[in-house]
């Protein structure tokens, strides 16, 4: 499964980010799709997800009304928009996929399909 993250970079608190993961049709239109993040010293943790065949989007409770997660059909990429940047939110961000994603869709073990990565740093 393809998956392409882009758009990492250093921002100030506050500031808003794109990042973006291209993937294939085939990736696109039957699995689930999601961010999945690390940040230093820590484990993986779960930031959003979304059924791009059915627009169902899931949050973690730490950047819900923050982040928006959205998928482009014509382009077969997911997006995240991440708005009001704080300092925690520092994390090498990865793209993933998942076969099936009606239960505990932020187990991260759950998730199958990773991409490479890309590092967000805010700074205070």
């Known amino acids: 499964v393809q998956l392409q993250a882009s758009g990492g970079g250093l921002v100030q608190a506050g500031a808003s980010l794109r990042l973006s993961c291209a993937t294939s049709?085939?990736?696109?239109?039957?699995?689930?799709l999601g961010w999945i993040r690390q940040a230093p010293g820590k484990e993986r943790e779960f930031v959003a997800a979304i059924h791009p065949s059915t627009s169902r989007t899931y949050y973690a409770d730490s950047v819900k009304g923050r982040f928006i997660i959205s998928g482009d059909n014509a382009a077969l990429t997911i997006d995240l928009q991440m708005n009001d940047l704080k300092p925690e939110d520092t994390a090498v961000y990865y793209c993933a996929a998942r076969r099936e994603m009606v239960l505990k869709v932020d187990t991260i073990y759950l998730w199958e399909y990773w991409g490479q990565g890309t590092l967000v740093t805010v700074s205070s």
């Open positions: 049709r085939g990736a696109f239109s039957r699995y689930g």
